[in-house]
T-cell receptor, first 116, second 118 residues
């Protein structure tokens, strides 16, 4: 079965500084990978996705992520964070998870805190 | 585009009550919808996959008689928590996949339903 690891539970970054959120996956085939962001009490918004082609993918809000097969990683980056980026970030992979078909398997999330 | 509406956003009810949550894709058709559960400060766990016109597929450990799913049309899936108890209190989120339902197409999420059972 597939799994997703987000090693950092919390990350604190100063406003204007660069950001990298780590994500490692375990999946037997070519993964379909996603990053979502969740504000408190809200649903999830898709930031970007990867399923084939260019390994550096661009998303909304100035985010990008790079798929590295050799490292089983799909890290999320942003060159300069804004206070509005403070939220919970989830990395996810799609694949069979037991009885389901194509449901997402999520990492535990990384809580991003922005310092003024 | 790709808007998913979930209703209600919050429910507070007594133990033993059944609660229905609706998930609608507003501007696209979704042959497949998904139901997730999220405990406080934790990740989302897939509960079941809802397929239009057929029975839902439940994840291991999820009671299908407790969590009834109906996907009667291409734009609506419902989750009914039957005879709810305090341990069912949680944040329930639905998602719908567009683009013909292929695995690599992203899922679009509703805003979730906060269920509190007293």
């Amino acid at each position: 079965a597939q799994s997703v690891t987000q090693p950092d539970i919390h990350i604190t970054v100063s406003e204007g500084a660069s950001l990298e959120l780590r994500c490692n996956y375990s999946y037997g085939a070519t993964p379909y990978l996603f990053w979502y962001v969740q504000s408190p009490g809200q649903g999830l918004q898709l930031l970007l996705k990867y399923f084939s082609g260019d390994t550096l993918v661009q998303g909304i809000k100035g985010f990008e992520a790079e798929f590295k097969r050799s490292q089983s990683s799909f890290n999320l980056r942003k060159p300069s964070v804004h206070w509005s980026d403070a939220a919970e970030y989830f990395c996810a992979v799609v694949g069979n998870s037991g009885g389901g078909a194509d449901g997402l398997t999520f990492g535990k999330g990384t809580h991003l805190i922005i310092q003024p | 585009g790709a808007v998913v509406s979930q209703h209600p956003s919050r429910v507070i009810c007594k133990s033993g009550t059944s609660v229905k949550i609706e998930c609608r894709s507003l501007d696209f058709q979704a042959t497949t919808m998904f139901w997730y559960r999220q405990f406080p400060k934790q990740s989302l766990m897939l509960m079941a996959t809802s397929n239009e016109g057929s029975k839902a597929t439940y994840e291991q450990g999820v009671e299908k008689d407790k969590f009834l799913i109906n996907h009667a049309s291409l734009t609506l899936s419902t989750l009914t928590v039957t005879s709810a108890h305090p341990e069912d209190s949680s944040f329930y989120i639905c998602s719908a996949r567009d683009g013909g339902g292929r695995s690599h197409q992203p899922q679009h999420f509703g805003d979730g339903t906060r269920l509190s059972i007293l």
